[in-house]
């Protein structure tokens, strides 16, 4: 997502756990009742006070939160809509907190992935040579920037803090790369400035909006810019993928331009349906997602068509493209966001383990590296499908699954 997902770098987590069921949300006094009043249970029939119930109160009541629909990924604290059962609740915070140190852990391997690229292009330019920074191409990179800035602006909403910082960083690193790139001319300066100030503003404008410190309208007109931006990149890359085997064509970004302004112009008219803000609004976070997930079928795709490339890929930057992502997957389900674990799952298995399937396949990796790669995937998932399964006291991980996919 990712970020997760692959280019972003991760965070460190935060253990404050005012509430159980209010971890995101600001106010959590507008929620629950006074303390001085009391919960009724059992139509009315009995009466507890709220001041008797502690941290990990054995008291039983309606149970868990309601996941998180499609339309509804980006809406602000959507885990905590409801309640957990008080009997399994000290379980449900450890996880809680547990989850989100799994998002700062992704930090290393995240940031052990993009320092060789950052190392290396230094030297070339302390060297002189700058030809060597055209391998780097600058639209890819612009490319991954804008799906960072998105799904920054996506867990800026939800105050998904770590997952915030994932993505922050992974939008410096990203910019340290571009920077690299202009100064070494392999990126044309007048795109660089306009690159620059967008960078800038997307981060001045998230970190004020994260603290609740920033004009709505300023920030509806952010989230309609990358809309419209990550609307319009997302199926020009798709199409590039396959060139020359298809023609070379702008129109495929060209008319999804046209349809992401005309449909954010919709959305502010009120001529939508009451479902069609929702979609627009979550169009920003699902094609920054997309646009990662694309990025495992570019790489299958080129090593599909020149097999001998696959010797030019590291075994081990694969490895940490699949537990940085990897790392993202419990948080993503625990929260029920059906978008971030998409992202996830998607770039863990297709990009990490993907590449390093193709790798064994074309003996450039040991039996034992990939043995010791699929076990650990493979009880790294099942774990995390049974450990969410028993926080929410479910008899089968598979209702989790069910209840990420369709809702409640």
């Given at each position: 997502m990712a970020d997760s997902l692959f280019l972003p770098l991760a965070a460190k987590s935060s253990n404050a756990h005012s509430s159980l069921f209010f971890r995101n949300c600001p106010s959590p006094s507008r929620l629950l009742p006074p303390k001085s009043s009391s919960l009724l249970l059992h139509g009315g029939e009995k009466k507890i006070s709220v001041l008797g119930l502690s941290l990990y109160s054995r008291v039983s009541l309606p149970h868990r939160a309601a996941p998180i629909r499609a339309l509804d990924s980006d809406v602000p604290h959507p885990l905590h809509k409801g309640s957990v059962n008080f009997k399994n609740r000290k379980s449900y915070v450890e996880w809680d907190s547990l989850t989100a140190k799994f998002t700062g852990a992704a930090n290393l391997p995240f940031l052990l992935l993009q320092l060789p690229q950052i190392i290396l292009n230094a030297r070339n330019l302390m060297a002189g040579n700058k030809t060597a920074?055209?391998?780097v191409p600058w639209l890819g990179m612009i490319t991954a920037l804008l799906g960072n800035l998105s799904l920054l602006s996506y867990f800026a909403k939800k105050r998904e803090t770590e997952a915030v910082v994932v993505q922050t960083l992974g939008v410096m690193s990203t910019f340290v790369v571009i920077s690299q790139l202009a100064v070494g001319e392999a990126m044309p300066l007048p795109q660089y400035v306009v690159t620059s100030v967008v960078v800038a503003a997307?981060?001045?404008l998230n970190f004020l909006n994260y603290y609740s410190m920033l004009n709505s309208t300023i920030w509806q007109f952010w989230e309609d810019f990358i809309t419209v931006g990550g609307l319009s990149v997302l199926p020009q890359i798709m199409w590039s993928t396959f060139v020359p085997y298809i023609p070379n064509s702008i129109l495929p970004g060209s008319i999804a331009f046209v349809v992401a302004v005309a449909s954010?112009?919709?959305s502010h008219s009120g001529k939508l349906s009451e479902k069609g803000p929702k979609f627009i609004g979550a169009i920003s976070g699902w094609t920054a997602t997309l646009l990662f997930m694309w990025m495992p079928v570019s790489q299958m795709w080129t090593n599909f068509l020149n097999p001998d490339n696959i010797k030019g890929l590291s075994a081990i930057?694969?490895?940490l493209a699949m537990l940085g992502n990897g790392l993202l997957?419990?948080?993503?389900?625990?929260?029920?966001d059906l978008m971030w674990f998409t992202g996830s799952l998607w770039a863990t298995l297709f990009y990490g383990?993907?590449?390093?399937?193709?790798?064994?396949?074309?003996?450039?990796?040991?039996?034992?590296?990939f043995l010791a790669a699929t076990v650990g995937l493979i009880a790294w998932i099942g774990m995390a499908l049974w450990r969410d399964a028993a926080v929410y006291r479910y008899n089968?991980?598979?209702?989790?699954?069910k209840e990420l996919v369709f809702g409640s």
């Open positions: 920074l055209l391998a997307g981060l001045i954010v112009t919709l930057s694969m490895l997957i419990p948080r993503a389900l625990f929260i029920r383990y993907g590449n390093i399937v193709c790798m064994y396949l074309l003996k450039t990796i040991s039996l034992e590296f089968s991980p598979l209702r989790s699954l």
